[in-house]
């Protein structure tokens, strides 16, 4: 079956201490990963997709195919960060198969 | 605001009235979805369209929903007969052509009481 496992809930840090965000999925074929970030009163946006291997707002992901993971990382939480986080997995029909989502709260 | 945009944004109904939520997507974006978020997960996928067609549709929807995207621009999701199970975020993503990034809208919330 596929599926899309973020194990925390909530993760709640300092400003400047690293965050790693955990996403586990379940895919028989060649998955296609992505981050997607929900702040406060915004819609959800796309925040970076293994494909494109970018650093987005210093955050970074990558695929593990081995451990079948997708963890989202930052080695210097800001403040700003504060927001729900989702993992995504696109199946071959192109739809998105949402984890449950991660509350990241970044105190000052 | 040139982004995907959702009518109404929250709606009030009562149990077993029928409702009907529009997307209008961004310009030239070919692909449409439809997707549902219940308090504390993440979206799950109802439907979804590549231009007037649609393509896909999701054992979570029942046969009292119905989506439409005549002539491939807006869509528009009805649900007949609402029950309480219902109440959720209802969020339409749109997708341009060769390229898998989802834009989403900001949702419509349904309450149904």
């Known amino acids: 079956a596929q599926r899309v496992t973020q194990p925390e809930k909530l993760l709640s840090v300092f400003k400047g201490a690293p965050v790693e965000l955990k996403c586990n999925y379940s895919?028989?074929?060649?998955?296609?990963l992505f981050w997607y970030v929900q702040y406060s009163r915004q819609r959800l946006q796309l925040l970076l997709r293994?494909?494109s291997r970018e650093s987005i707002k210093g955050f970074t992901a990558d695929l593990n195919k081995g451990e079948t993971s997708f963890h989202l990382k930052k080695p210097f939480a800001q403040e700003e960060d504060s927001a729900m986080y989702y993992c995504?997995?696109?199946?071959?029909?192109?739809?998105?198969?949402f984890g449950s989502g991660t509350r990241l709260l970044v105190r000052p | 605001d040139t982004g995907v945009s959702q009518n109404p944004r929250h709606k009030i109904t009562k149990r077993g009235q029928n409702v009907t939520f529009r997307c209008d997507p961004i310009?030239?974006?070919?692909?449409l979805y439809w997707y549902r978020q219940t308090l504390g997960q993440g979206p799950e996928f109802l439907t979804y369209?590549?231009?007037?067609?649609?393509?896909?549709k999701s054992r979570l929807l029942s046969d009292r929903f119905s989506a439409e995207r005549p002539k491939g621009s807006f869509s528009t999701l009805e649900i007949q007969r609402t029950e309480q199970g219902d109440s959720a975020m209802y969020l339409c993503?749109?997708?341009?052509?060769?390229?898998?990034?989802?834009?989403f809208g900001p949702g419509t919330r349904l309450t149904v009481l």
């Open positions: 995504a997995l696109m199946d071959s029909s192109y739809k998105l198969i």
């Open positions: 895919y028989s074929g060649s998955p296609e």
């Open positions: 293994h494909i």
């Open positions: 310009s030239e974006h070919n692909r």
């Open positions: 369209f590549q231009n007037e067609a649609q393509l896909e």
């Open positions: 993503a749109t997708t341009p052509k060769y390229y898998n990034e989802q834009f």
